[in-house]
């Protein structure tokens, strides 16, 4: 495995570092320990997206929901999905379409 971009996310309900990993054929978005995102929303949802804002919008790919129960969460990213132009990882509630964070995929030139 390894880190091949980071995203630094900030908001109002979400901070916290997000890893980019690449695991033989597949890529994970893993949000590590220390990780924080404001409990009470129902189904908080991680994205990547084409918006420099983190706006939430149907051109999204949603790739997970986060789970506040684990210590780690990990997301699969389809790898067709081009990262070049989707590097914004969105944190937000679906529900409620509220936004929570997000953050820029920097990615390492390995």
Same mark, same amino acid.
């Given at each position: 495995?390894?880190?091949?971009?980071?995203?630094?996310?900030?908001?109002?309900?979400?901070?916290?570092?997000?890893? %980019?990993?690449?695991?033989?054929?597949?890529? %994970?978005?893993?949000?590590?320990?220390?990780?924080?995102?404001?409990?009470?929303?129902?189904?908080?949802?991680?994205?990547?997206?084409?918006?420099? %804002?983190?706006?939430?919008?149907?051109?999204?790919?949603?790739?997970?929901? *986060?789970? *506040?129960?684990?210590?780690?969460?990990?997301?699969?990213?389809?790898?067709?999905?081009?990262?070049?132009?989707?590097?914004?990882?969105?944190?937000?509630?679906?529900?409620?379409?509220?936004?929570?964070?997000?953050?820029?995929?920097?990615?390492?030139?390995?």
């Amino acid at each position: 495995m390894k880190i091949i971009a980071t995203a630094k996310i900030d908001g109002p309900e979400a901070k916290g570092t997000a890893e %980019l990993i690449r695991n033989n054929n597949s890529l %994970l978005l893993r949000f590590a320990k220390g990780f924080w995102v404001e409990t009470g929303a129902p189904d908080v949802t991680v994205a990547l997206s084409p918006n420099p %804002l983190g706006k939430i919008d149907i051109k999204n790919t949603d790739i997970g929901r *986060y789970e *506040y129960s684990k210590a780690v969460n990990e997301f699969t990213v389809p790898l067709t999905l081009d990262l070049a132009k989707n590097n914004i990882v969105v944190v937000y509630c679906k529900q409620y379409q509220a936004y929570f964070g997000h953050g820029v995929l920097s990615f390492t030139g390995d």
